[in-house]
């Protein structure tokens, strides 16, 4: 994966949100009810980008690693 690859995800992932219009930055889903992805349907792109943006910093460090 070149830098290049790694810039066109990051513009992706900034394309969604960061936070959920209604629970701002916790989108994590409650405990104690039925499995959700996120906090509410308004939050999942938030959520989505959250692993995005996680998974997208394991690869850059492996690129420069490797």
Do not use: W
């Not at 990051?10 to 959920?20: G, I, M, N, T, V």
């Not at 996120?38 to 938030?46: F, L, Q, S, Y």
């Amino acid at each position: 994966m070149t830098a290049q690859h790694l810039a066109v995800i990051r513009a992706a992932l900034e394309s969604l949100p960061a936070q959920c219009r209604y629970h701002g930055e916790n989108t994590d889903p409650p405990d104690g009810l039925f499995r959700r992805e996120a906090c509410c349907d308004t939050g999942i792109p938030a959520q989505r980008r959250k692993a995005a943006e996680q998974a997208l910093h394991q690869l850059s460090t492996e690129a420069r690693a490797g």
